[in-house]
Nanobody, 123 residues
Framework: QLQLVESGGGLVQPGGSLKLSCAAS????????MGWFRQAPGKEREGVSC????????NYADSVWGRFTLSVDNAKKMVYLQMNSLKPEDTAIYYC????????????????WGQGTQVTVSS
């Protein structure tokens, strides 16, 4: 069955970097939109970035524009999120998600989710 497994979270100081990975299995990425989302305590889940495998177009939330970079290795079925210049407000559980077809950063559109990985930005 379709499965997503995130890794790479951890504790980092403000201004630091982390790279999250999402391993996909049970499907090919070709016809799916892959997204990264995050949820901080007491807040609603929000979209961070997504890529449409059919068009290659990548979207970013305004809050991470210029700091985060999404990339995909279709052969390895891996999706990455490089996070630079991290801020305390980036602290959240980060989720990888997938949906067949096109989608944006609205989390309710995504059908498949990983278990999440914790990112904590603190000095």
């Amino acid at each position: 069955q379709l499965q997503l497994v995130e890794s790479g979270g951890g504790l980092v100081q403000p201004g630091g970097s982390l790279k999250l990975s999402c391993a996909a299995s049970g499907f090919t990425l070709d016809y799916y939109t892959m997204g990264w989302f995050r949820q901080a305590p007491g807040k609603e889940r929000e979209g961070v970035s997504c890529i449409s495998s059919s068009t290659g177009s990548i979207n970013y939330a305004d809050s991470v524009w210029g700091r985060f970079t999404l990339s995909v290795d279709n052969a390895k079925k891996m999706v990455y999120l490089q996070m630079n210049s991290l801020k305390p407000e980036d602290t959240a559980i980060y989720y990888c998600a997938a949906v067949r077809g096109r989608a944006g950063l609205e989390y309710s559109l995504y059908a498949y989710w990983g278990q999440g990985t914790q990112v904590t930005v603190s000095s």
